[in-house]
């Protein structure tokens, strides 16, 4: 007869254990070198049992990371099986092939927890490092084909052997990647966070013991897949079908489809992605732990946002992706820009899919893409730089509320880096930065707007990699919202010359020479004639909607839509950029 599981001790658990990887994160941002880490919390951590399945994951950090953490776990036991590793030790990789990260960039590391000689559980995080080597600073530039030229590929390796770190290999690595003194930074940072993860689950098992804790392990998993399957049971039957596209993949303009069919029988819930377009040349094709996380994350996110971070959350979810597809690449493929556009892709047209069955619960297309931009050089002083950051935009608008502003929407959970954090760390001038006026899609509820950043480059040179996308095809409203608008990269050169830069592009830039970067707002929701007419004046007020457009999308004369002012209120635009 299995031993009884007390409902209370399994909620005390979840949130306990929920709370060590948070604590691990918090560690992590506050000891990390990077900008990219420590201000834009580019990271997540998570604790496993000793087979790499997932107990607990922290929600500070990147939603991507739900899919691609197990198998980075899984594939380290691979190589260094539980049994084998020690206190103190750390095992790094980053090579999504076979079974990794997402991206090179992302690497991850593992450190046993052992209690009496023996170990019983496993704590793990990953980070996003602004540069590996490879073709370009950043680590994730156009113009590549193969997975070799974006970067150093690290696979299972043990960097700590019993709290030791091996310098010779660090040493190695570090010669491999430009911003030494940064990866040195964030590597130890996550060192750090793992020994947080050991202390604190140590804690726990004094109080509890490993067996209650084995057993509990196992009780969230099976107690998170029962709360799944009775959400996908409450969800009608049918398929749902949808697709949308990529604006090329910098090698070729040709547009790039994605479709899914989400089919819903009883508890059962399958996702398939054939008739997705083949693998590309350029570094857009995705790999299947990213497209997991996708699926795990729009599904957990319109059945119940609060079910545990877990692996019984997902085991009902069943993902189809044909090999050789787009998002199941044939090794060596270039990978690096999946995260960045391919996996925002993927979510939109699963919401699209799902917003067939329970339109309560979707949002219209979000800004559409993460909205990378590096620019790494040197800084004039013989020091090497690397500015790495995602832009937000607008979010899709919901049935009962609008969509928030210059925010980062689903597969990225990161923030918008401050003005301060840029001049300070980079030879870089913030020229501009702020919400762009009239970006989000019109609709009873109104799409979030984009926001635009410009950057001068105080420097000599360098280079600099745009990956973004929705600058040719607008976010899609639902229920007769229209469109967020379109997002656009400018290149200003020193002597005032300017030109439109494409979506995807790795080029050299000098002295002087300013980088702005448009991106897109989000979708709205329902007929733009039914919003109320004081909510229209008040986004006038604000700057959020033009008179124009109140008058144009919203049916509303200019007088309705512009209230008196105190003349103490200001200027309503003081915060917006032009």
């Known amino acids: 007869m299995a031993a009884e599981v007390d409902p209370i001790t399994l909620q005390v658990l979840i949130r306990g254990l929920q709370s060590i990887a948070d604590e691990m994160v ?41 899919g691609t953490m197990s198998p980075t776990v899984r594939t380290a036991l691979q190589a260094y099986p539980a049994s084998s590793l020690r206190a103190g030790d750390a095992v790094i990789l980053n090579t999504p092939y076979p079974a990794g990260p997402g991206h090179l960039n992302d690497i991850g590391m593992l450190s046993p927890v052992l209690w009496e000689g023996e170990v019983v559980a496993l704590v793990a995080n990953t980070a996003h490092h602004v540069d590996v080597g490879g073709f370009a600073p950043g680590s994730m530039p156009f113009g590549v084909t193969e997975i070799y030229q974006e970067g150093l590929q690290i696979p299972p390796v043990r960097l700590f052997k019993e709290g030791r770190l091996d310098d010779e290999l660090f040493r190695l690595i570090s010669q491999n990647v430009r911003t030494d003194k940064e990866f040195r930074g964030d590597i130890l940072a996550q060192a750090g966070a793992n020994h947080v993860g050991v202390k604190r689950l140590g804690h726990l098992l004094e109080r509890y013991g490993p ?36 604006e090329g993949d910098s090698l070729s303009d040709r547009l790039i489809t994605l479709r899914v069919a989400v089919i819903i029988e009883g508890e059962r819930l399958s996702v398939d992605f054939s008739g997705t377009d083949a693998q590309v040349a350029g570094p857009i094709n995705c790999f299947p732990p990213s497209v997991f996380a ?53 979510v939109d047209i699963m919401l699209g899919a799902m917003a067939q069955a329970v339109p309560e619960r979707v949002s219209a297309a979000c800004t559409g893409s993460m909205n990378l931009l590096t620019i790494g050089g040197s800084d004039g002083f013989g020091e090497r730089f690397n500015y790495i950051e995602t832009y937000g935009g607008g979010q899709g608008a919901f049935r009962d509320k609008d969509g928030m502003s210059g925010v980062h929407t689903h597969m990225t959970n990161t923030r918008n880096a401050s003005v301060e954090s ?17 970006s989000g899609g019109p609709g009873r509820q109104r799409g979030g707007l984009g926001m635009v950043r410009a950057l001068r480059l105080l420097g000599k040179e360098a280079t600099v990699t745009v990956s973004m996308d929705r600058l040719r095809r607008q976010p899609w409203g639902l229920d007769g919202g229209g469109g967020g608008r379109c997002g656009s990269a400018r290149l200003v050169k020193a002597d005032g010359s300017s030109h439109d830069l494409p979506s995807k592009v790795t080029l050299k830039i000098n002295e002087g020479d300013c980088m702005i970067i448009t991106t897109a707002g989000g979708g709205g929701w329902g007929d733009p004639r039914r919003r109320p007419a004081s909510a229209v004046a008040m986004d006038v007020a604000l700057g959020l909607v033009s008179a124009q457009q109140a008058r144009e999308q919203y049916g509303l004369e200019a007088a309705q839509a512009a209230p008196a002012r105190r003349e103490a209120d200001g200027p309503s635009h003081g915060t917006f950029a032009e």
């Open 26 to 66: 918090a560690a992590l941002v506050r000891t990390a070198y990077s900008t990219n880490i420590k201000d834009r919390r580019d990271c997540s951590a998570a604790l496993y049992s000793l087979d790499g399945e997932v107990v607990t994951q922290c929600e500070l950090g990147t939603p991507l990371h739900l």
């Open 211 to 246: 067996e209650l804790l084995r057993r509990y392990f196992n009780a969230i998993q099976d107690h998170a897949e029962r709360r799944m399957r009775a959400g996908i049971a409450a969800l009608p039957d049918g398929r749902y079908e949808f697709e949308d596209v990529i």
């Open 294 to 346: 996708c699926v795990a994350y729009a599904m957990k996110l319109l059945i119940d946002p609060e079910l545990p971070p877990c692996a019984g959350t997902y085991r009902p979810l069943e993902v189809v992706a044909p090999p050789g597809s787009l998002l199941n690449a044939r090794y060596p493929a270039a990978v690096c820009n999946a995260n960045i556009i391919t996996t925002q892709r993927l």
């Open 422 to 438: 840029i001049e300070q760390a980079y030879p870089l001038l913030v020229e501009r930065y702020g919400l762009v006026p009239g």
